[in-house]
């Protein structure tokens, strides 16, 4: 008698049957074949030419044509959410170029892959893991669970502030330009204060008109400072206040409650804000050509929104180019350390800043291995990380300013100085520089520009060589004797 084999089904067969084997998508492969931090330096890339094109069409400039090459810098200047410009938008672009404009501030702060997560999080398909750390990687999320949620609320949370901004910049502007227009000038100034890009849409000289309008100017700043803090921080204090309400705790146990991230964002954000309202006000006192000859109030109002600005988000209510030199010098140094991490601000990241310096500290008092902040332990990879960041930065910076000061002969050093500064740690502040530049200075400072968004450390990455070699982790050299300073 013959026994007939037993035949089982195939398991791939049923699943496929199924439907439950998922096919990597588009985005799946890119980051298995590429590191993150190409994919993400070739969405800015790619949106910055497709901005470049969209603001190059005729039906975008209302003025006389400009060289591609000045459309290519605005468009930089909006995604990496800068503000420098060699052509004054208010007249260049008309209502279209200016609403591209919009669109590139937008996805510069926020980042493109934030929108692909959005789209993905409302659509049929659920994120796979791959997918998921990216996302996470790429909006400034320490864990990778419940990304889909965190995505979300930083969209809601960066439309809510905008219109709560439109809404008070309307009440000004409706009344200065009429319905239509003041609505647009007040939707195009919140989304590029909020997204800390600088860009006006309606003067040559940025808010220099509203100086001492304390509506115009307290809005323009609390939307920078908003900004500026980072998405994790905002909903730490949404979460917080929800558990305040629900346990019936004392306003008094609101800070404290914090992790040591926030609490170090808010307290260097207020130190540095605070000091530089101070020190500009010194400095620009009895100066003519900047706050002078106004009244006390308005030197103070002046004085905090220049502070405010430096968080790299490149608005001005005064003539940069009439500070004195010693001003120029200490707003360089604000505008290298920006705004916080996770945010829509550049620089090396308040943050770095309070870990070196607690770093040096703890040198100082020969406590290495003891590096506290919030009677929380450091870890060492953290001094690391400040250190890299740090060097990486005043790398690129140097190399910048060498190659200004060489095609540049004519514009004062100084002035170099603070355009570079300005691009990398995206500022936009400018001391009457940019449309001086030549057609190589505006290549340099659309590199920086890059730079500073994407990140120096992203950029060291992408082009760092994969040497396949075997490991020598096992292998330990004799120490080297090296004099140090």
Avoid at 33 to 48: N, Q
Avoid at 52 to 74: C, I, M, Q, Y
Avoid at 126 to 132: I, K, P, Q, V, W
Avoid at 288 to 301: C, H, N, Q, V, Y
């Amino acid at each position: 008698m013959k026994i007939s084999p037993i035949t089982t089904p195939s398991p791939i067969k049923d699943l496929d049957k199924l439907s439950l084997v998922r096919k990597s998508t588009f985005l799946e492969k890119l980051i298995t074949r590429y590191k993150l931090a190409t994919i993400l330096t070739a969405s800015f890339a790619i949106v910055i030419l497709l901005g470049s094109v969209l603001l190059a069409l005729p039906f975008s400039n209302n003025a006389d044509s400009v060289p591609f090459l000045s459309h290519l810098f605005v468009a930089t200047s909006a995604v990496c959410v800068t503000g420098l410009s060699p052509v004054t938008v208010a007249t260049q672009y008309t209502f279209f170029g200016k609403f591209v404009l919009i669109l590139l501030m937008q996805i510069g702060g926020l980042g493109l892959m934030t929108f692909v997560a959005l789209a993905i999080s409302f659509g049929k398909n659920r994120a796979s893991f791959r997918e998921l750390q990216a996302f996470a990687d790429a909006t400034g999320k320490s864990g990778y669970d419940d990304v889909a949620g965190y995505v979300q609320r930083i969209v809601r949370y960066t439309l809510f502030f905008e219109f709560l901004g439109f809404l008070l910049l309307s009440i000004r502007f409706v009344h200065d330009f009429g319905y239509l227009k003041g609505l647009f000038h007040a939707l195009f100034i919140s989304v590029a204060a909020f997204t800390n890009a600088g860009f006006d849409s309606f003067a040559t000289d940025s808010l220099a008109q509203y100086a001492t309008d304390p509506l115009v100017a307290l809005t323009v700043m609390a939307l920078i400072v908003i900004g500026g803090l980072g998405f994790f921080v905002w909903i730490e204090i949404r979460h917080h206040l929800q558990t305040m309400k629900e346990r019936r705790l004392p306003l008094r146990a609101f800070f404290t409650s914090f992790s040591s991230h926030s609490k170090t964002v808010f307290i260097v954000t207020f130190l540095l804000i605070v000091s530089g309202t101070i020190l500009f006000l010194m400095n620009e006192f009895t100066n003519p050509a900047t706050i002078g000859g106004r009244s006390f109030t308005e030197k103070l109002l002046i004085s905090a929104f220049s502070s405010v600005t430096l968080r790299t988000a490149g608005f001005s209510t005064i003539s940069i180019a009439a500070c004195r030199r010693i001003t120029l010098l200490i707003m360089c140094l604000y505008m290298l350390i920006g705004g916080s991490p996770g945010s829509t601000a550049g620089g090396i990241k308040t943050t770095t800043v309070a870990i070196i310096f607690i770093m040096l500290r703890s040198f100082m008092k020969e406590e290495l291995d003891n590096c506290n902040l919030f009677h929380r332990r450091i870890r060492r990879r953290f001094f690391i990380n400040a250190e890299l960041v740090l060097t990486s930065y005043l790398f690129f910076l140097i190399v910048g300013i060498l190659a200004l000061i060489a095609c540049e002969p004519s514009i004062p050093t100084l002035h170099l100085i603070f355009e570079a500064v300005s691009a990398i740690a995206t500022v936009g502040l400018t001391a009457n520089t940019t449309t001086a530049l030549s057609a190589l200075g505006k290549v340099i400072i659309i590199i920086l520009m890059f730079i500073g968004r994407v990140g120096p450390i992203a950029m060291l990455e992408i082009f760092q060589r994969n040497l396949h070699k075997p490991p020598h982790n096992h292998v330990q050299y004799p120490s080297a004797d090296i004099m140090i300073g």
